[in-house]
C-alpha cells in the first residue's frame, strides 16, 4: 500500500488542492468576491447564531385547511347530484362532515355517485387502498360525508409543502442572504433570516395570504342594504381596504384568479405618478379577462386580496391584452410589497406567527469568537497530543488533518452551506475522529513492529489491517449523520452535515494522504527504524 505511481499521487494532491482552495473566498471582504467569476463566489453562510438575525415560527391553519376541503366537499355534493338529477333537500356542514339529504327514499343512486368523489390519499401514488371521502348511508335518506384522519394529514402535509415554497419565493423577494426555511413538526414552518435585525416587515408580508382575485361589482344592490343582510344570493358584501367607501357588493363568481397572473411589478402611473402595480395574465386569464370586460363595458369590477377590495375601477372598455395595473393610494414600499405578493403566489392556508426571536450581531460575533476559541483550543490538544505520543508520524498526521479540516471547509463553501455553531462543533468532533484514523494506524504499525516486522513491511501492513476497522467506525457514524440529517431540523441538520462531510474527507485523508506522505517518507530515507 506504500505504492503510488506517478499520477495516483498526482491525482490525490490535485483533489485535496482544488477541494481546499473552493474554501479561499471566505478569507475575503464579500464585496470584492462578489466581482470574481460566478463559479468562484460560493462561500460559507453564517448561520443565525454567528451572524445575527430573525427567526420566526409560522403555524398554518389546520381549521382554515379543514374548512377549505369541507367547503369543497359541499360543493362537489352539489355539482354531482345535479348532474345525475337527483333531487336533495339541503346540504350543511356539521362539525367535521357534509351532510345531504335525499328526497328519494333508495339513497342508493345517490351513493354510488358519491362515492365517485373519493379519491386514493397520496393520488395515484397512494398505497394501502385508503381513500381521501368517506361517504356512509345514514338511514332515512340522509348521507353523511366526512373526511379520514389519514386524508387530513395529507392534506396538511400538502399544505406544509406549498407553504414552504411560497414562503421561500417571499423571502427571497426581500433579497436576503441564504434564509433557511423548513418544516417543523405537524403544521409549523421555520423562518430564519440571518443577517435581518427587524421582522416587522418580512412577519407583514408572510402574514398575508395574498389571494388576489377580480369579481365583478354589482352596482343594483344599496350599500345600506347590503350592510343589513339584503343580498341577492349570488353576492356578497367585501369591505373596502381603504375606506370610503366601506365596501362593494361584488358577485360570488370570481372572474380571474391570481393563480392566473404571471408577472407583478411596482411601476408609477404615467399620468398621476402615483405607485400602482403592474400585471400580465397567462393566456387563460388573458382570455377569461378579456371576455369579462367585453361583456361588462361600463361596470366597475373589485380586484379583491384577502377578502378586501383595493380597487374597484369600472371598465371603459374592453382589454384584450392580458394586462393591467392597479392602483389604489399605494405608497412605494405597499406596491412593492403587493407586487412580492402576487409574484410569489397566494397561500394554501393563513399563517401565523407563533414564535418570533431576534438575534443580534453583537451576540453572533461572541458566538463565533467562542466557537473559535474551541476550535483552536482543541486543535492544539490533538497537535499536541500527536506530537508527543507519535513523534515524526505525528507530524504527518497533523499536516492530514490541518488538510482534512481545509477539505471540510472547501466542500461546505461549494454547497453554499450555512455554518452554525453546532457545525463548527461537528468540525471540531470530526478532527477527533480523523486523528482516531491515525491512532488506529499508527497503533496497528506498532504491533507489526513488535511482532518482528521489518519498518516498510510493518507500516505497509498497519495501513492494510486498519482499514477495515476505520471503514467500519466511520461507516456506521456517517448512517448516524445520516439519520440526523433526515429527522432533524434547523441546528441539528447543520451539525448532521458538517459530520458527514467530515467523515468523508477524513477517509480521504487517512488513506491517501497519510499514505502518500509516509510513502514519500520511506521512499526518501529508506529508514531501518520506525520514529512511533
Same mark, same amino acid.
Not at 177 to 182: D, G, R
Not at 234 to 246: I, N
Not at 304 to 310: F, H, R, S
Given at each position: ?211 388576489? /382575485?377580480? $369579481?365583478? &361589482?354589482? +352596482?343594483?344592490?344599496?350599500? *345600506?342594504?347590503?350592510?343589513? !343582510?339584503? @343580498? ?122 407563533? /414564535?418570533? $426571536?431576534? &438575534?443580534? +450581531?453583537?451576540?453572533?460575533? *461572541?458566538?463565533?469568537?467562542? !466557537?473559535? @476559541? ?159
Amino acid at each position: 500500500m506504500l505504492y503510488f505511481t506517478r499520477w495516483k499521487a498526482l491525482g490525490i494532491i490535485l483533489t485535496a488542492l482544488i477541494v481546499c482552495l473552493c474554501a479561499v473566498p471566505n478569507f475575503f471582504p464579500e464585496a470584492q468576491v462578489k466581482t470574481w467569476p460566478a463559479w468562484a463566489q460560493r462561500r460559507l453562510v453564517l448561520g443565525l447564531d454567528l451572524q445575527g438575525g430573525s427567526s420566526l415560527q409560522l403555524e398554518v391553519d389546520s381549521n382554515y385547511v379543514k374548512k377549505e376541503r369541507l367547503d369543497q366537499i359541499r360543493d362537489d355534493v352539489r355539482r354531482v347530484l345535479r348532474e345525475a338529477r337527483i333531487g336533495y333537500t339541503g346540504i350543511v356542514t356539521k362539525g367535521d362532515a357534509v351532510e345531504v339529504r335525499i328526497r328519494d327514499a333508495d339513497a342508493q343512486p345517490a351513493l354510488a355517485k358519491l362515492r365517485e368523489l373519493a379519491q386514493p390519499i397520496g393520488g395515484l401514488m397512494g398505497s394501502g387502498g385508503q381513500r381521501d371521502l368517506e361517504v356512509a348511508d345514514a338511514g332515512g335518506g340522509l348521507i353523511r360525508l366526512s373526511i379520514p384522519e389519514a386524508a387530513m394529514i395529507e392534506r396538511l402535509r400538502k399544505t406544509i409543502e406549498q407553504s414552504i415554497q411560497i414562503v421561500e419565493k417571499r423571502v427571497n423577494e426581500l433579497g436576503t442572504v441564504e434564509p433557511i426555511i423548513q418544516r417543523q413538526g405537524n403544521d409549523r414552518i421555520l423562518v430564519q433570516v440571518p443577517g435581518l435585525q427587524d421582522p416587522t416587515h418580512l412577519k407583514e408580508l408572510l402574514g398575508k395570504t395574498a389571494k388576489m /382575485e377580480f $369579481r365583478m &361589482v354589482d +352596482p343594483s344592490v344599496p350599500l *345600506d342594504q347590503a350592510q343589513q !343582510g339584503g @343580498l341577492p344570493p349570488d353576492t356578497e358584501f367585501l369591505p373596502a381596504a381603504t375606506p370610503p367607501p366601506p365596501g362593494y357588493v361584488v358577485k360570488k363568481q370570481v372572474l380571474v384568479a391570481g393563480s392566473d397572473l404571471t408577472d407583478a411589478q411596482a411601476t408609477f402611473d404615467q399620468r398621476t405618478n402615483e405607485p400602482v402595480v403592474s400585471f400580465k395574465f397567462n393566456s387563460s386569464g388573458s382570455r377569461k379577462f378579456a371576455q369579462a370586460t367585453q361583456e361588462n363595458v361600463g361596470v366597475p369590477f373589485a380586484i379583491i386580496l384577502d377578502n378586501k377590495v383595493i380597487s374597484a375601477p369600472v371598465i371603459r372598455e374592453p382589454i384584450t391584452g392580458g394586462q393591467g395595473q392597479i392602483s389604489g393610494s399605494f405608497t412605494v414600499q405597499s406596491a412593492n410589497d403587493l407586487a412580492i405578493l402576487l409574484r410569489a403566489g397566494a397561500l394554501p392556508a393563513p399563517l401565523t406567527v407563533v /414564535e418570533e $426571536r431576534t &438575534v443580534g +450581531p453583537g451576540l453572533g460575533q *461572541d458566538s463565533i469568537e467562542k !466557537g473559535e @476559541l474551541a476550535a483552536y483550543v482543541g486543535s492544539i490538544m490533538v497537535v499536541v497530543f500527536m506530537l508527543v505520543t507519535y513523534r515524526l508520524f505525528g507530524v504527518f498526521a497533523n499536516i492530514a488533518v490541518t488538510i482534512n479540516v481545509a477539505m471540510i471547509f472547501g466542500l461546505l463553501s461549494l454547497l453554499s452551506a450555512t455554518l452554525t455553531l453546532p457545525g463548527i462543533a461537528g468540525i471540531v468532533l470530526t478532527v477527533g475522529i480523523a486523528v482516531d484514523s491515525n491512532v488506529l494506524i499508527y497503533e496497528r504499525i506498532r504491533e507489526e513492529l513488535r511482532g518482528g516486522r521489518s519498518p516498510i513491511s510493518a507500516i505497509d501492513a498497519g495501513f492494510k489491517r486498519a482499514l477495515a476497522t476505520i471503514l467500519d467506525s466511520n461507516i456506521t457514524t456517517f448512517i448516524a449523520a445520516a439519520v440526523l440529517f433526515m429527522i432533524g431540523t434547523g441546528p441539528v441538520r447543520g451539525f448532521a452535515v458538517t459530520l458527514g462531510i467530515g467523515i468523508i474527507t477524513t477517509v480521504f485523508t487517512a488513506f491517501t494522504m497519510t499514505r502518500l506522505i509516509v510513502a514519500w517518507w520511506v521512499q526518501w530515507k529508506r529508514p531501518k527504524t520506525v520514529p512511533i
